[in-house]
């Protein structure tokens, strides 16, 4: 019974802040790399962070870069996503994808139903 439950999403102004939250059962979350990913109607589904398994390694999409920071608590199994400085164009379903490499290859690859994030004056 796999889960991944976002939170944290809401109604901010430009230049606001918010932290998504995204808690993960039913996988092996220390041996899974994870990733946010957003949607807006009519575009594709875009990633936005990824961060390694133990916490190390980090990618944002350029649009992201410097206001946004990814973060995981493997003895949680949560992974974060700090959003500061944002923008109207940062509106959006945001999602939470686990790529489990637990059990060899291919890995699998876990969402959750997403939170919405609503930047707006």
């Known amino acids: 019974q796999v889960q991944l439950v976002e939170s944290g999403g809401g109604l901010v102004q ?36 990824t ?3 133990t916490g190390v390694g980090t990618t944002y999409a ?7 920071t990814i973060s995981r608590d493997n003895t949680e ?7 500061n ?17 637990s059990r060899g290859w291919p890995s699998r690859n876990y969402w959750g139903q997403g939170t919405q994030v609503t930047v707006s004056s």
């Not at 606001?16 to 059962?25: E, F, H, P, T, V």
């Not at 350029?62 to 946004?68: I, P, T, Y």
Request: net charge positive.
């Open 14 to 49: 430009p230049g606001g802040s918010l932290r998504l939250s995204c808690a993960a059962s039913g996988f092996t979350f220390s041996r899974s790399a994870m990733s946010w990913y957003r949607q807006t109607p009519g575009k594709e589904r875009e990633l936005v962070a």
């Open 51 to 53: 961060i390694t398994t």
């Open 62 to 68: 350029d649009s992201v870069k410097g206001r946004f």
């Open 77 to 83: 199994n949560t992974v974060y996503l700090q959003m």
């Open 85 to 101: 400085n944002l923008k109207p164009e940062d509106t959006a379903v945001y999602y939470c994808n686990a790529k489990d490499m």
